[in-house]
């Protein structure tokens, strides 16, 4: 429906609202007139001042926003000073978003009296996710009881037009719309996206597309007209605060500024655009409305210098404020963890062995038990079959379908809603189905999930568990079978176990839950049964449930004969994963002449332990399940050969799969691209004869 003014806005918040767009106003220019200090690429919010300015005023401390790069308006109704906004403008050390890490409008914050927001990131339409994972987590909260709120919290995701194209706000939207969650969207349309105009880009506005998500409300409105968007917005925000209903706003806008202070107006519009989009400048048709009130124009005029005044005064001390220190680009890549030492017992009371992906389920339902703020979702890991290699049966049961539940398959949103379910305070365990399906969710991964920590100057680390069943065994084909950790490794900012057995798997999924990082625990498909030959010692005595393992912390499973090292006839073998079996069988071969190094996790790494026994044995091979070109394994061996080089009888060398696209379904085929303990052998015998 599109919204028409029906009640009468107070005088007082018409003028607060004029107050704020004059501020608003007057920032762009003075950016504008500076643009030898204003350096660093910024949007401003003009033509948008009227929808973002009623948008914040409905909104408490409860609540829960994330704007986009153009929401300065926002951000000025809901607080926030100019100076604030300008010291990350200039990316000044007291920047309180960011520490100077990010851009300007690119806000992150835990003001305790002020609505909360995440990072937000510059991609367009990328927060939708995140932003959703936030009311998820409110309504996972509310359902259980595990805080009490003054009045119910409204989350609210804003994003230009444009965005409202991209895969992942569908996602975000049929995600809403199908579980219900207490989330505005609100689209701000202005009909350009950069240079391209609505024409080019879409068949229909955000209002007409989200018709398709049934379950999800809707309200048009003029987004220039303050009062219009006021009444649109309150009832918006009044509805879901009420109904705990999804709610999309779509208000019409224009674009008076540039698109960014680099893409300026004048590049691609021509003069008629502009003067059609500053005849409804929000600012003017709110100072026509006041003065048709019997407002003294006098007053409206001390508004505007006084902004202007200010302004001036905050920008000048945004100048004048202190750079960040050198020495602090490093801090907060990871939030501090208390997990450093292995501590529990490793082996239970019950000596009967257990397989790792019974070490899964059963991680998981002791940390389930204790922590109600932990929940796991996925695709098909719910009740029905527990997930495609069983590894959550049992746990939908009985915990039910709110704690453990299926998702649509939507990669990216699995992996993204995990930004906004730990930022309101839970732990969320989720699942990729399979290695290969991960790249959906990447950008989320990227985007989101690695930089948020760093970026919000860590305000807000993802607290997460992501499963990955990996890796190859018994023709799974090329969609199935793939390994993943040399890309996943390249993403700064997350963690990543790979366990070879049931009690590594077992501490260091307890290990990754107390973690305040995001993890990744990638789980050899065929070691989960121990079905694949040569497999056996995966299984293991099922650790106490006090037992953790920290990560960084590799493990010497077979130590060379001291009598064959002092003789400079052995080696060292650096691997993870199936590549411990590989190499442990290898081994059988060169008796006492080979060491094999479990790494256990990817990142962090113990580095110190591998230096060291490559030192003794003067010989390294790095032996992964991966296409070797490029790959962690190589980067890692090269790594070994710089710090170890004075020690090195031999050249660290890699080893890995042939170089192909993907793993073919033919198990002839399969059993030739792959490593095996006959070619390890091989290659254990050159190095050693080297």
């Not at 300065?72 to 010291?87: D, I, K, R, V």
């Not at 049934?214 to 409105?221: C, F, P, S």
């Not at 005849?279 to 003017?284: E, F």
Request: net charge negative; with cysteine; glycine share 8%.
């Amino acid at each position: 429906m599109e919204i028409i003014k029906k009640e009468i806005v107070s005088q007082e918040i018409l003028l607060k609202a004029f107050g704020h767009m004059m501020t608003a106003k007057a920032t762009a220019d003075v950016y504008e007139e500076n643009r030898n200090i204003c350096k660093y690429v910024h949007s401003t919010s003009r033509g948008h001042e009227a929808i973002q300015l009623a948008t914040a005023y409905q909104l408490t401390k409860e609540d829960w926003v994330s704007p986009y790069y153009r929401d300065e308006s926002m951000l000025l109704g809901m607080g926030f000073e100019p100076y604030q906004l300008m010291l990350q403008l200039l990316a000044k050390a007291e920047d309180p978003f960011s520490g100077g890490r990010s851009y300007y409008s690119h806000p992150s914050s835990r003001a305790e009296n002020l609505p909360k927001i995440i990072h937000q990131s510059s991609a367009t339409g990328m927060q939708a996710i995140p932003t959703t994972g936030v009311a998820q987590g409110i309504k996972y909260i509310q359902e259980f009881n595990l805080q009490e709120f003054e009045n119910n919290p409204v989350v609210v995701c804003s994003f230009g037009d444009n965005s409202v194209t991209e895969g992942e706000v569908s996602e975000a939207f049929q995600f809403a719309a199908l579980h219900q969650l207490p989330i505005i969207f609100l689209v701000q349309d202005n009909e350009w996206g950069i240079s391209v105009t609505k024409e080019e880009a879409r068949t229909s506005d955000a209002y007409d597309f989200a018709a398709g998500f049934v379950g999800l409300n809707r309200i048009k409105v003029d987004g220039t007209d303050f009062e219009a968007s006021f009444e649109a917005m309150k009832k918006a925000v009044d509805f879901v605060r009420t109904e705990r209903k999804p709610m999309l706003v779509c208000a019409s806008t224009v674009l008076i500024g540039h698109h960014t202070s680099g893409v300026r107006r004048e590049f691609y519009r021509d003069e008629e655009d502009l003067e059609k989009h500053r005849a409804k400048d929000p600012g003017v048709i709110l100072r026509k409305r006041l003065l048709e009130e019997g407002v003294d124009e006098e007053l409206l005029k001390q508004i505007e210098k006084k902004a202007r005044l200010e302004v001036e005064q905050a920008f000048e001390k945004a100048i004048n404020a202190e750079d960040p220190k050198p020495e602090s680009v490093e801090d907060h890549v990871f939030a501090p963890t208390s997990i450093t030492e292995e501590v529990g017992q490793r082996e239970g009371e019950n000596p009967e062995k257990i397989v790792m992906v019974d070490a899964a389920i059963h991680a998981i339902q002791e940390i389930m038990w204790k922590h109600p703020e932990a929940l796991l979702y996925g695709q098909d890991v719910g009740e029905r079959i527990g997930g495609v290699f069983r590894e959550t049966v049992t746990l939908g049961k009985k915990f039910g379908n709110k704690r453990v539940f299926n998702t649509p398959i939507q990669e990216a949103y699995i992996i993204g809603s995990t930004v906004g379910m730990s930022a309101v305070g839970l732990k969320p365990i989720v699942e990729v189905q399979f290695a290969d399906y991960i790249y959906p969710g990447i950008n989320q991964l990227i985007t989101e999930v690695s930089k948020s920590n760093y970026l919000s100057n860590g305000k807000f680390p993802v607290s997460n568990i992501i499963r990955v069943p990996i890796g190859a065994y018994g023709g799974g084909g090329p969609y199935h079978s793939g390994s993943v950790e040399s890309i996943l490794c390249n993403i700064k900012g997350i963690k990543i176990a790979y366990p070879s057995n049931a009690a590594d798997f077992k501490g260091l999924l307890k290990a990754a839950y107390y973690d305040p990082n995001p993890v990744i625990m990638l789980e050899h498909k065929g070691l989960y049964w121990s079905k694949v030959p040569g497999t056996e010692d995966a299984k293991t005595i099922e650790p106490a449930e006090d037992y953790i393992l920290p990560f960084g912390k590799g493990n010497l499973v077979l130590e060379a004969d001291q009598s064959e090292t002092e003789k400079g006839r052995t080696m060292l073998i650096v691997t993870y994963g199936m590549g411990v079996y590989w190499a442990k069988e290898a081994a059988k071969n060169f008796k006492g002449r080979v060491e094999i190094i479990d790494l256990r996790t990817l990142i962090p790494l113990d580095e110190n332990l591998v230096f060291e026994r490559t030192e003794i044995h003067g010989k390294c091979l790095v032996l992964t399940e991966e296409q070797i070109n490029n790959s962690f394994a190589e980067a890692f061996a090269q790594r070994i050969s710089k710090n170890c080089f004075r020690y090195l009888d031999a050249p660290v060398e890699a080893m890995g799969s042939l170089n192909l696209p993907a793993v073919p379904i033919n198990l002839i085929l399969e059993k030739e691209m792959l490593p095996n303990a006959e070619k390890v052998s091989q290659k254990i015998s050159e190095i050693l004869n080297y």
